[in-house]
């Protein structure tokens, strides 16, 4: 059987930092407040006029290829996870491919917010299992300040901006992707929701001065949610991969708020020293939060170590991956 391995991951962040005490000097909040509540201490903020989400997912991907020397013709298909799209159409895995010289492979978007990049590596792995391709690389990559409301310190603390890519090559010793749950449910669409911008209500001045464009967020009941959807599936994962808590080196979690993160470390009987964090660099980066752990960790892990992917987000959607790195 060919199983689909993680054979290079590159991350990239922009320059400019936001820091808690920044965001303390536009809303009313404190540093205190923002750590205690999501561990966040700063996040990072691509400025520019014109610059996308697909900057920072070419600055990846084109660090990804001369990491891993893979030439652009060789790359079969790239995906890109993403809620914020560059534009609606191209999609945002077009303009990185034509950013890095990538040109007449397949390329194209799924959204499925901060289980975008779960879906997206899951999808990527399905088309090397079948044997069809052998190289496909999956970004996760958001500019959360183009939607985040600056105005609302319930939302605005929480997001950054940032990019992650992984190559997936078949792999002939057994390691990489052993299993995977994803899951939605979309009866909780207006938990958590962009309103605006869409078909359903495409821009006017009305949906503008209503903010249908930002981020709307219920805060507390997306974080029961999290909670307990995040946690059920890491436990599921485990469970049946006969996997305990000291079998699994890494648990690599969404970063959106490190109490969720730590309530789904401890169901799983995972102790905080195999949990990837870096919320406080980046905060909430949505698909590109799990590639940036992956980026961060890198030098810790070994071959074969056994890591547990999970995410959840808008949608709803949530999701575990089982791989063996
Ligand atoms: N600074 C100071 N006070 C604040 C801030 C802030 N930045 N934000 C909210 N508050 C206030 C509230 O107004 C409230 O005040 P009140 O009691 O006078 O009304 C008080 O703090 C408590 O608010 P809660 O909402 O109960 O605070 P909570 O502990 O739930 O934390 C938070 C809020 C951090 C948003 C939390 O609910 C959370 O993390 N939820 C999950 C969010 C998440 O994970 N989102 C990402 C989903 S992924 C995706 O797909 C995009």
New binding site residues.
């Given amino acids: 059987k060919i199983i689909a391995a993680i054979t290079g991951v590159q991350g990239y962040v922009p320059e400019d930092v936001l820091t808690n005490a920044d ?1 303390a000097k536009i ?4 540093d205190e ?2 750590i205690s ?2 561990g966040i201490k700063e996040r990072r903020i691509l400025r520019g006029e014109g610059q996308g989400t697909s900057v920072m997912g070419a600055e990846a991907v084109k660090k990804l290829l001369e990491k891993t020397n893979t030439k652009p013709e060789e790359v079969d298909l790239l995906i890109c996870a993403t ?1 914020t799209p560059d534009h609606f159409f191209p999609s945002t895995a077009n303009l990185i491919c034509d950013k890095v010289g990538i040109s007449f492979n397949a390329s194209y978007d799924i959204a499925a ?3 975008g990049f779960l879906n997206a590596l899951v999808t990527g792995a399905m088309f090397i299992e079948s044997g069809r391709y052998k190289k496909v690389i999956v970004v996760g990559a958001d500019k959360m300040s183009a939607i985040v409301d600056y105005t609302d ?7 950054g901006d940032g990019a992650g890519a992984v190559l997936l090559e078949p792999s002939s010793d057994g390691l990489g992707l052993q299993d995977f749950i994803l899951k939605s449910d979309g009866s909780g669409a207006n938990h ?1 929701i962009q309103k605006g911008g869409g078909s359903a209500y495409p821009p006017t001045y009305e949906t503008i001065d209503n903010k249908w464009h930002h ?1 709307h ?1 219920e ?2 009941a ?2 029961k949610f ?1 909670v307990t959807r995040m946690a059920d599936v890491s436990a599921e994962i485990m469970e049946r991969n006969n996997l305990s808590g000291d079998d699994v080196a890494f648990l690599v979690p ?1 970063q ?2 490190k ?2 993160i730590d309530a789904t470390a401890n169901r799983m009987g995972v102790g905080p020293e195999k949990v990837m964090l870096n919320i406080h660099k980046y905060g ?1 980066t ?1 698909a590109a939060t799990i590639p940036l752990c992956l980026w961060d960790y890198e030098s810790q892990l070994k071959k074969g170590d056994n890591l547990i992917l999970a995410a ?4 709803f ?1 949530w999701g575990s991956v089982y791989l063996k790195w």
């Fill in positions: 965001l809303v009313d909040t404190t407040w923002i509540r999501t809620v917010a901060c289980s310190r319930s939302t605005c603390v929480l997001f958590l981020i967020q805060g507390q997306v974080f999290a969404h959106a708020n109490r969720i909430n949505t959840f987000g808008g949608g959607t």
